[in-house]
């Protein structure tokens, strides 16, 4: 079993609706972080968090760190918020050179 | 603009001859990291270094070699001893270590045939 969780694995939706993508892991962490993949390859941090909430736009992460558990939320999506979306985790109990990653949800929004 | 940048995005080799993936990053970032990617896995982590002339060993660095004799640049070699070479690279940087935001080059897609 994978130490980091991702679900969905595939996701569509239609532009404007509100979309969750879940990440649920096994091992106490530091941190952890959401990632954007887009079709082209290149990866774009989209948060760091260890506690609570944070919000980017439309973008909203939360993380329970009790219940090993975060979300990521996208209100309103559109077309361009396809991509493939990567949960990893800083393990508390390495050094922090380390990140374990999801397999990640593949989220495609159509018009 | 500051970034970190890889070369080339495609790259064709025939079996038995090393590679060498260029990363340089203008951050001035201390962490460079080597990642793997596979289709239906997540990224896994080749090499990794947070200082110049020091590196360590990822979970999959059989295979790989790496130098980091300048801050900014953290070229990665892929032998022939690598069993299974064909895969997309992606070289990051961070400040210091995971606990910060991580930043991605474009990746390199390696095909050896």
């Known amino acids: 079993k994978n130490e980091v969780e991702q679900s969905p694995q595939n996701l569509t939706a239609q532009e404007g609706e509100f979309i969750t993508i879940n990440c649920s892991y096994s091992v106490g962490i530091s941190a952890l972080h959401w990632l954007q993949q887009h079709p082209g390859g290149g990866i774009v941090s989209l948060f760091m968090l260890s506690s609570g909430k944070k919000k980017h736009g439309r973008l909203i992460a939360t993380i329970n760190i009790q219940e090993k558990h975060s979300s990521l939320h996208i209100t309103a999506s559109h077309p361009r918020d396809s991509a493939v979306y990567i949960c990893?985790?800083?393990?508390?109990?390495?050094?922090?050179?380390?990140?374990?990653f999801g397999t990640g949800t593949r989220l495609q929004v159509f018009p | 603009d500051g970034g970190i940048t890889q070369s080339p995005k495609y790259l064709f080799r025939k079996e038995g001859q090393n590679v060498t993936l260029s990363c340089e990053q203008n951050l001035n970032h201390d962490a460079m990291y080597w990642y793997r990617q596979d289709p239906g896995q997540g990224l896994r982590l080749i090499y990794y270094s947070q200082i110049v002339n020091d590196f360590q060993k990822g979970d999959i660095a059989e295979g790989y070699s790496v130098s980091r004799e300048k801050k900014e640049s953290f070229p990665l070699t892929v032998t022939s001893a690598q069993k299974n070479p064909t895969a997309f690279y992606l070289c990051?940087?961070?400040?210091?270590?995971?606990?910060?935001?991580?930043?991605f080059g474009p990746g390199t897609r390696l095909t050896v045939t």
């Open positions: 990893a985790v800083v393990p508390a109990s390495y050094n922090t050179d380390k990140l374990i």
């Open positions: 990051a940087s961070s400040l210091g270590s995971t606990l910060y935001e991580q930043y």
